[in-house]
């Protein structure tokens, strides 16, 4: 049996994955490079969150395997990616 947790990182995952598809077939159908910048815009806001949510659902699942200073470096690891993308 499938835990909960893999479950609800499986669906997000591919949930996410549809949106990053349908949004290239959108900017194929508009065929305009200003659109397809605004699409890509909005899917830069689709993959930090589907990161965050996913790896938090990752780790409350294994609550009881990691040490919470384990927990708090692996957010905190995450947090500078994020930060490091945003950095020029």
Excluded: Q
Excluded at 45 to 63: D, E, N, Q, R, S
């Amino acid at each position: 049996m499938i835990e909960k947790a893999l479950l609800f990182i499986i669906i997000l995952r591919i949930f996410s994955g549809s949106i990053e598809l349908t949004a290239a077939m959108f900017m194929l159908k508009f065929n305009d490079l200003e659109k397809a910048f605004y699409i890509n815009t909005l899917l830069a806001l689709v993959g930090p969150v589907i990161l965050i949510v996913t790896t938090g659902i990752a780790l409350t699942g294994l609550t009881e395997k990691i040490s919470l200073p384990r927990m708090i470096c692996l957010f905190g690891g995450i947090i500078l990616i994020l930060i490091s993308l945003k950095s020029k």
